[in-house]
């Protein structure tokens, strides 16, 4: 139950948006209009102005985490039984701890990338065959392989091993999305209609998203219940939980996700887990109110 990453969980005074993911639409740092040079007139090279100075992260209260993470260790301890408990668990998550859907979506970080990485290969392959997308990637040696060894490969180029727990829940997402293949009926990367890449993309999300809680608020109860059963209901609660809201995104957006463009499809991820986390909070809201 949970990541390999888990630890600890983060601490409330911690930003709420880490400084390392403020920015990451703007420009690119040292841009400037290189039209006129100082050479042109002998003069000496003019100094290029410094870098704007990224603003300070915001921090987020100290005791941000403390309602989400008791709420969840309840309906932990219940063996999924506590639904209200699950509820307020996540709907605190998204209002309180991550400071609203917005932020929430942009603490997904590498997950975001990896899935329009995703997202982009897999349109690649069901407009140009998976060979041809293969190649592109340098992956050659995959084609004719069976799906999920493909996709093992794959996981080395979208979202290679790293130290960070950001990543490691991109990763572990992407290898747990791998397992789910064979029960979704994806057998065969070529010819995918655009139904199975969504199917795809929802599983990605999903496990991503459960795996963000699990590091935020159910680091210290995922050894709860101690019945193997009990656990597994627990798991199994939360993830669909997790996936009728990323579901809903999903449809919500009314994309055909094989007509867009490499450059769109990652505003479209970002609107995707925006809106999953708004989803979510309806969900957890209705489900607190029984």
């Known amino acids: 139950m949970g990541t390999s990453n888990a630890y600890g969980g983060a601490g409330g005074s911690t930003p709420l948006i880490p400084s390392w993911l403020q920015g990451e639409?703007?420009?690119?740092?040292?841009?400037?209009?290189?039209?006129?040079?100082?050479?042109?007139?002998?003069?000496?090279?003019?100094v290029p102005p410094a870098p704007a100075a990224r603003p300070t992260p915001q921090l987020g209260a100290s005791d941000r985490f403390t309602s989400a993470r008791s709420n969840f260790t309840r309906f932990a301890s219940s063996g999924g039984n506590d639904r209200r408990s699950l509820g307020r668990a996540i709907s605190q998550y998204v209002s309180k701890s991550a400071g609203g859907s917005r932020q929430a979506a942009q603490r997904m970080g590498s997950a975001r990338?990896?899935?329009?990485?995703?997202?982009?290969?897999?349109?690649?392959?069901?407009a140009n065959g998976a060979r041809e997308a293969l190649r592109t990637l340098s992956l050659d040696s995959l084609a004719g392989r069976p799906i999920e060894e493909v996709f093992a490969g794959l996981a080395d180029y979208i979202c290679p091993e790293g130290g960070t727990?950001?990543?490691?829940?991109?990763?572990?997402?992407?290898?747990?999305?791998?397992?789910?293949?064979?029960?979704?009926?994806?057998?065969?990367?070529?010819?995918?209609?655009?139904?199975?890449?969504?199917?795809?993309?929802?599983?990605?999300?999903?496990?991503?998203?459960?795996?963000r809680i699990y590091n935020d608020i159910g680091a210290k109860v995922?050894?709860?219940?101690?019945?193997?059963?009990?656990?597994?209901?627990v798991q199994a609660q939360l993830r669909d939980f997790i996936q009728r809201?990323?579901?809903d995104a999903i449809n919500a957006a009314g994309v055909d996700i094989q007509s867009l463009s490499a450059t769109a499809v990652t505003g479209?991820?970002?609107?995707?887990?925006?809106?999953?986390?708004?989803?979510?909070?309806?969900?957890?809201d209705a489900e607190a109110a029984k």
């Open 222 to 233: 995922i050894t709860l219940p101690t019945d193997p059963r009990s656990a597994e209901k």
């Open 165 to 211: 727990i950001d990543e490691g829940i991109a990763r572990d997402a992407f290898i747990e999305t791998i397992a789910d293949l064979a029960g979704a009926g994806i057998t065969n990367i070529d010819g995918l209609a655009a139904s199975q890449i969504q199917a795809v993309f929802e599983l990605y999300a999903t496990h991503a998203i459960e795996a």
């Open 113 to 126: 990338g990896v899935g329009a990485g995703l997202i982009r290969f897999l349109n690649d392959a069901g």
């Open 25 to 46: 639409e703007g420009a690119a740092a040292g841009d400037r209009d290189e039209t006129q040079t100082s050479s042109d007139y002998g003069a000496p090279p003019a």
């Open 268 to 284: 479209f991820v970002t609107t995707v887990y925006k809106s999953a986390f708004d989803v979510l909070q309806t969900i957890g």
């Open 245 to 247: 809201g990323v579901s």
